[in-house]
Nanobody
Framework: QVQLVESGGGLVQAGGSLRLSCLAS????????MGWYRQAPGKQRELVAR???????GYADSVKGRFTISRDNAKNTVYLQMNSLKPEDTAVYYC?????????WGQGTQVTVSS
């Protein structure tokens, strides 16, 4: 069983940066590809970035060049560095396995970008 706890969200002005963290419990973390997802008000949850066991990465077109996903298996943690933030990045951000698992959704962390 894996439990995921997201942190690092907040209120930031457009053009600013935030670093999100996702701490995973459970010994199988290093064996899973992981992803960051987000859900904006009135919209469906979408995949933002993903990272494989071997640290291969992929990004949604809307964040490519601005966001960077990374992982530290020794700390059971996945990060999302978000730079050049835009108001349209405002959402609740979640981490989960990739592909996502219904069992692992946490509370998420709110990111609000003001214009």
């Amino acid at each position: 069983q894996v439990q995921l706890v997201e942190s690092g969200g907040g209120l930031v002005q457009a053009g600013g940066s935030l670093r999100l963290s996702c701490l995973a419990s459970g010994s199988r973390f290093s064996m899973n590809a992981m992803g960051w997802y987000r859900q904006a008000p009135g919209k469906q949850r979408e995949l933002v970035a993903r990272i494989t066991v071997h640290r291969g990465t992929g990004y949604a077109d809307s964040v490519k060049g601005r966001f960077t996903i990374s992982r530290d298996n020794a700390k059971n943690t996945v990060y999302l560095q978000m730079n050049s933030l835009k108001p349209e990045d405002t959402a609740v951000y979640y981490c989960n396995t990739y592909p996502q698992s219904i069992d692992y959704w946490g509370q998420g962390t709110q990111v609000t970008v003001s214009s």
